[in-house]
């Protein structure tokens, strides 16, 4: 299937802002693309294009720096891009690596990170999910647990909610679900990196709220192979357009900037271009 993904976001500035951007897709779809991506920065104040940078991070995800001028600029874009068409890989039997047998580059999605508090969820992890059967299952027991835990709003969205905190509060949005399912992973030994990308309602009924943008994580299981959890929508799903990975969100902002910023706009398109 082709999907047409996009974006328009507006950002005021009050002086020269530094900026990163993590908007584009990740490298490893640029096989996928169908058209050319139609991207563009331009300055709310007259209109002109604002240069950018291009350069990869250390999780391997490209971004793109820039000065923002005073005033504020707009970021754009609109691409089609092929996909599957099928639903996130799923394998039962897929087993946990022994911590001791795990690759040197995958032990800091065991570690904690910004959001996600290892050490203070330990005990309870395991007291959750120790006598769970090990590999596929337990991470999936661990999704179900925060798809039940965690009340979804969008109204009760903050950017600084930490695992820990989302289990207690038992609100929050996709990146909280992420957050806490990740940590609770990691506790058990279990690599778990933090991804955000692209998901539409692509063989699901329609969100009436939809989020087109969404964090899911992704765990390292048998094989060194590393698997597609979401315990959000706690289902397979299809479309997803990575855009980057990282130990949280600490790690991927959409747009970080080196001074202070307000979000003026913000839409997001993710839908199946269907053949007339």
């Known amino acids: 299937m082709e999907i047409r993904i996009g974006y328009r976001i507006e950002i005021v500035t009050y002086q020269p802002t530094p900026a990163l951007l993590l908007l584009d897709p990740h490298p490893s779809r640029d096989g996928d693309l169908v058209t050319t991506p139609k991207t563009a920065v ?9 240069p950018t940078a291009k350069y990869a991070d250390g999780f391997g995800n490209r971004r793109r720096r820039l000065v923002v001028p005073p005033g504020g600029v707009e970021f754009t874009s609109d691409m ?12 039962q039997n897929a087993q946990e690596v022994f911590a001791g047998d795990l690759p040197s580059e995958v032990l800091e999605y065991v570690l904690s990170s910004r959001y996600c508090e290892v050490d203070e969820l330990s005990a309870t992890a395991w007291s959750l999910f120790g006598n769970c059967a090990p590999g596929w299952n337990r991470v999936q027991q661990i999704c179900n647990y925060v798809n039940a835990q965690i009340r979804f709003d969008y109204q009760s969205a903050r950017g600084t909610r930490t695992a820990v905190q989302a289990m207690m509060e038992r609100v929050g949005v996709c990146r909280d ?79 970080h900037t080196f001074g202070p910023h307000i979000l003026q706009r913000f839409e997001v398109i993710t839908e199946e271009v269907v053949a007339t």
């Open 42 to 50: 331009r300055s709310l104040n007259d209109g002109s294009n604002v």
């Open 80 to 91: 089609i891009i092929r996909d599957s068409g099928e639903v996130d890989y799923v394998d």
């Open 177 to 255: 679900f992420t957050h806490l399912a990740a940590a609770l992973c990691r506790c058990m030994n279990i690599p778990a990196r933090y991804c955000n990308g692209y998901l539409g309602d692509i063989g699901v009924p329609r969100d009436p709220a939809p989020m087109d943008y969404n964090a899911w994580f992704e765990a390292y299981l048998d094989g060194g192979e590393w698997f597609t959890f979401d315990a959000r929508h706690n289902m397979p799903r299809i479309g997803r357009i990575l855009v980057g990975r990282g130990r949280d969100a600490a790690d991927i902002p959409m747009i």
